[in-house]
C-alpha cells in the first residue's frame, strides 16, 4: 500500500467544545502528525483551557505535551465564553485526567521548536484567539517559512457573532489577529459566513451517540451542551466552527473557497474586531487569504460521524 504523506500539524486552540471536536476530527486524519497542542485564553481563562486540553489529549491517547500560551490578548482585556463553554470551559461528559506533564516551554515557543525540528512545513490549525500565532511571528521571523499554512477559525465577512460587527476570536485579540493577516503567511480562513452555516442538528450528533464507542459518547454529550446556550438564542443547531478549520483542509472539495485580500479593524469604537473584505480587488491589495464561505453540510457532517466511528473499542 503507498506511504501516506504526513503532513506535521500543530493545534492551536481554547477548548472549548467546538476546538475539542474539531481536535476529535483531526486525531483521525491519517495524514496529520500533530506534533503538539497549544493553549490560548478565550473560551475560558488560560489555566481552565489548558487543563481541558491535556485532558483531550489523554481522552484521544495523543503522546504530546500541552504547551500553554499567554493568559491574555495582546494588548487587551480578556474575553472569555462561559456562556457559551461553562464554567469549566468544556462543561458536560467526564474527561480522563491528564496523563502528560504539561510542557516548560510557551506555546509561542513549542511552535518555534516544532517549526525547528520539523523537515517538512507545518500547518497550525488555530481555533482560538490568534495571540500564540502572532507572538511566534513576532518572536521568530526567522520562522515564518517554515509555516506551510494558518487554517484559521476567526472572523467573518459579513457578520459578527459577540458584536454585530466581529467574530470572538478575532475581536478578543484584535493586534494579533492584525499580525497574522499581514505577515505574508498563507492563511485558510473559516469565519462565520461558513461555520454559521456548519449547522449540526440533535439528529446529527445522535447518529454519532448511536457509535456507542468511548469518544463518541463524549463528543455527543459535547454537542448536548454547546447547544444549550446556542438554542437558547435561537439556532436550531449547533454552529460548528472549528471543525470547518480542520476539515477544510483535508476535504476542500466540500466547501466554497473566496481569495480576497481582509484586513482587521483595529480602530473602530463599534466595530473592533471586525474582518474587511475586498471583494473587488478595490484596494489594490493581492489576496491575502483563502476564505471559506459555504460549505456542503449533509457531507460535512458525514465527515464528522466518520471520524467518530474511528473510536471503536477505544480505552478511556
Ligand atoms: O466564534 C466562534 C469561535 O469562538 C470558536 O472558535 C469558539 O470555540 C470560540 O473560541
Ligand atoms: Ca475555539
Excluded at 503532513?7 to 483531526?26: K, S
Excluded at 461528559?93 to 502528560?100: F, K, T, V
Excluded at 478549520?245 to 472539495?253: N, Y
Excluded at 487569504?289 to 459555504?294: D, F, K, L, N, T
Amino acid at each position: 500500500m503507498n506511504e501516506i504523506k504526513k503532513r506535521p500539524v500543530i493545534l492551536d486552540g481554547d477548548p472549548g467544545h467546538d476546538d475539542a471536536i474539531g481536535w476529535v476530527l483531526a486525531s483521525t486524519i491519517p495524514e496529520f502528525e500533530i506534533k503538539a497542542i497549544t493553549t490560548v485564553a478565550g473560551n475560558q481563562t488560560l489555566e481552565k483551557v489548558t487543563y481541558n486540553a491535556r485532558r483531550i489529549a489523554a481522552l484521544l491517547h495523543l503522546d504530546i505535551k500541552v504547551a500553554k500560551g499567554r493568559n491574555r490578548p495582546l494588548c487587551s482585556d480578556l474575553i472569555i465564553a462561559p456562556n457559551f463553554h461553562g464554567e469549566t470551559g468544556l462543561d458536560g461528559p467526564i474527561l480522563p485526567e491528564p496523563d502528560h506533564d504539561l510542557s516548560e516551554l510557551s506555546a509561542p515557543e513549542m511552535m518555534a521548536e516544532v517549526l525547528r525540528e520539523s523537515k517538512d512545513k507545518v500547518t497550525i490549525i488555530s481555533t482560538g484567539p490568534l495571540t500564540n500565532t502572532a507572538a511566534l511571528l513576532l518572536s521568530h521571523p526567522e520562522l515564518k517559512d517554515r509555516i506551510e499554512m494558518i487554517s484559521i477559525m476567526g472572523g467573518g465577512l459579513r457578520n459578527g457573532n459577540w458584536t454585530s460587527a466581529a467574530e470572538f476570536n478575532i475581536l478578543v485579540d484584535p493586534e494579533a489577529a492584525y499580525t497574522v493577516y499581514h505577515s505574508g503567511v498563507p492563511l485558510l480562513m473559516c469565519g462565520l459566513d461558513v461555520t454559521e452555516k456548519a449547522l449540526v442538528y440533535p439528529k446529527d450528533w445522535e447518529r454519532i451517540r448511536a457509535l456507542h464507542n468511548p469518544v463518541a459518547e463524549v463528543v455527543a454529550g459535547w454537542f448536548d451542551f454547546f447547544f444549550i446556550h446556542l438554542n437558547s438564542l435561537g439556532w436550531s443547531g449547533a454552529t460548528t466552527h472549528d471543525p470547518c478549520a480542520v476539515m477544510s483542509l483535508v476535504h476542500p472539495e466540500i466547501f466554497d473557497i473566496k481569495d480576497y485580500y481582509v484586513d482587521i479593524e483595529l480602530q473602530g469604537r463599534y466595530c473592533r474586531g471586525a474582518t474587511i473584505a475586498d471583494y473587488n480587488g478595490r484596494t489594490g491589495n493581492t489576496p491575502n487569504c483563502r476564505c471559506v464561505v459555504g460549505l456542503d453540510r449533509e457531507k460535512f457532517v458525514d465527515y464528522l460521524v466518520e471520524a467518530c466511528s474511528k473510536f471503536e473499542g477505544w480505552e478511556v
